[in-house]
C-alpha cells in the first residue's frame, strides 16, 4: 500500500496527456462526522489519538481493536483517513449532482476496514461512505470488486439491505486473506441474494476471468438495475503481484473495467491493493485511460520515474507468472450456474421508493469546485511530452505523495 503507487500512477496519467480528458479536483477532507456515519465512535477516537509513540498505551485503552502487523500505525494516519475518505466522498456527490459520469479515486477502495475495526491495511472505509452518500439519491447501488481479496467490509456494512448489490471475485480457500467470501455467503433478512461471492483459485488467466466476469456481471446488471456503480480495481489481482496469485494481464483487469463503463451507469472507480508497484501505476493509468476513451501507447511517456518501468518501458509489460492455473472448466461453470440460480431469487429488481435529495447536498455542490491545485505540477517536472488537444472532461483522481523512491 505504499503512497508512492500513487505518484507513478499520477505521472504516468499526467504525461499520457490525459488531464485533458478529465475534470481534475483536490477534494476537501472527510469531516469526522462523515466518518462516524459509519464507523463507530470509539473506532474514530482510537484513530484521532493514536501515534507510533502512544500506540501501547492507547491500545490498552481500546482493548477490543484487532491492530496486527497488517494495519501499521503511522504519523498523521487520521489525515491519510480524511484525505482518501474525502475524495471517495466528494466524487459519490459529483456523480449525484450529474457533474460528472464517472469518478476516480486511485487513493480510495480500503475495501477491508470495518465499523469498529481496521484490517488488512485499510483504516477508514471510504467505499462504504461514498456508498452512503449515493443512497441518499440513487436508489439501488451496485458494488463491483476485482481485487485479489474479499470485498470483505463493504459486504458486512450492506449485507441486510437489498438496496446495495455487492460482488467480489477473489481467491478464496477459506484461508487466504480475510478468510471470507465462500459463494454461500448470500446476505441475510431483506438483502439475502444481494450479496454475490465469485471464488476463484489460483493462476486465473485473462480469458477464464473476463469469460466469468462479463457472465456474472451482465445477469447482476440486468436483474438488479441498478442506479449507480463503484468498482474497486485492486491491482494485486495481476500477475507477479508480491501478495497476489491471480494471472491477469493490465488488458485483462483492465477489460472489466470496460465491460462496467459500457452500461452507462454514472460510476465510482476507486484503487484497493497492489503491491507491485510499477504494475499498479500501469494498471491504473491504463484504466484512466479507459475511462477517458482512450487506448494509450504502449511505450511509456518519458517521466523521472523511468527507471521502474526499465528494462521494457511498455505499459503493457508480461506478467505472465509460472503459476498453475488451479481452475478447472467444470470449477469455472459450477460458479456460474450457482450464482446464475441465486439472481433468479431476485426475480426483477426491489422497488425503492426515490426520496427527495436532501436539501444539505446542493450547499456541499457549492463548495467542491476548487479545481486547481498541485497534481498539475508532476506534470511539469517531467521532461516535455506533447499533450495533443481534445475537450476536457470527466474524473477526479487523488495523489498526494511523492517522496518514497522505494523501488519495489
Ligand atoms: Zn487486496
Not at 499520477?10 to 464507523?39: C, S, W
Not at 441465486?342 to 467542491?368: C, H, N, T, V, W
Request: aromatic share 10%; with cysteine; charged share 25%.
Amino acid at each position: 500500500m505504499k503512497p508512492h503507487r500513487l505518484t507513478l500512477t499520477n505521472h504516468l496519467v499526467m504525461n499520457y496527456g490525459l488531464a485533458k480528458y478529465m475534470d481534475i479536483y483536490e477534494p476537501r477532507l472527510a469531516t469526522e462526522e462523515e466518518i462516524r456515519e459509519f464507523h463507530s465512535d470509539d473506532y474514530v477516537e482510537f484513530l484521532k489519538k493514536v501515534t507510533p509513540k502512544n500506540f501501547e498505551e492507547i491500545q490498552k485503552q481500546f482493548t477490543s481493536f484487532n491492530i496486527g502487523d497488517d494495519c501499521p500505525i503511522f504519523d498523521g494516519i487520521w489525515d491519510f483517513c480524511k484525505i482518501y475518505s474525502g475524495a471517495s466522498i466528494e466524487a459519490a456527490r459529483k456523480l449525484i449532482s450529474g457533474d460528472s459520469e464517472i469518478c476516480i479515486n486511485w487513493m480510495g477502495g480500503l475495501h477491508h476496514a470495518k465499523k469498529y475495526e481496521p484490517s488488512g491495511f485499510c483504516y477508514v472505509n471510504d467505499i462504504v461512505l461514498a456508498i452512503l452518500q449515493l443512497l441518499r439519491v440513487h436508489p439501488r447501488v451496485l458494488y463491483v470488486d476485482i481485487d485479489i481479496h474479499h470485498g470483505d467490509g463493504v459486504q458486512e456494512a450492506f449485507y441486510t439491505t437489498d438496496r446495495v448489490m455487492t460482488v467480489s471475485f477473489h481467491k478464496y480457500n477459506g484461508d487466504f486473506f480475510p478468510g471470507t467470501g465462500a459463494i454461500d455467503e448470500l446476505g441475510s433478512g431483506l438483502g439475502k441474494h444481494f450479496t454475490v461471492n465469485v471464488p476463484l483459485k489460483d493462476g486465473i488467466d485473462d480469458i477464464e476471468y473476463t469469460n466469468l466476469f462479463k457472465s456474472v456481471m451482465t445477469q447482476v446488471v440486468g436483474v438488479f438495475k441498478p442506479s449507480s456503480i463503484v468498482m474497486q480495481c485492486g491491482a494485486d489481482s495481476l500477475g507477479l503481484d508480491r501478495l497476489g496469485v491471480f494471472n491477469l494481464s493490465v488488458k485483462g483487469h483492465g477489460e472489466c473495467v470496460k465491460f462496467m463503463k459500457k452500461f452507462k451507469i454514472p460510476m465510482l472507480v476507486v484503487g484497493g491493493g497492489g503491491y507491485t508497484i510499477r504494475n499498479v501505476a500501469r494498471c491504473w493509468t491504463y484504466e484512466t485511460g479507459i475511462i477517458c476513451g482512450l487506448e494509450l501507447p504502449n511505450t511509456l511517456p518519458k517521466t523521472i520515474y523511468k527507471d521502474f518501468f526499465y528494462p521494457d518501458n511498455k505499459l503493457h509489460a508480461t506478467l505472465d507468472s509460472k503459476l498453475v492455473n488451479e481452475n478447472s472448466k467444470r470449477y469455472l461453470e459450477a460458479v456460474r450456474t450457482n450464482i446464475a440460480e441465486q439472481l433468479r431469487y431476485l426475480k426483477g429488481a426491489p422497488s425503492i421508493q426515490m426520496q427527495e435529495i436532501p436539501p444539505d447536498i446542493q450547499g456541499f455542490m457549492d463548495s467542491e469546485t476548487n479545481a486547481d491545485l498541485d497534481i498539475a505540477s508532476d506534470a511539469d517536472k517531467d521532461l516535455s511530452f506533447d499533450e495533443g488537444s481534445a475537450k476536457p472532461k470527466l474524473a477526479t483522481l487523488s495523489e498526494y505523495y511523492e517522496n518514497d523512491m522505494d523501488n519495489d
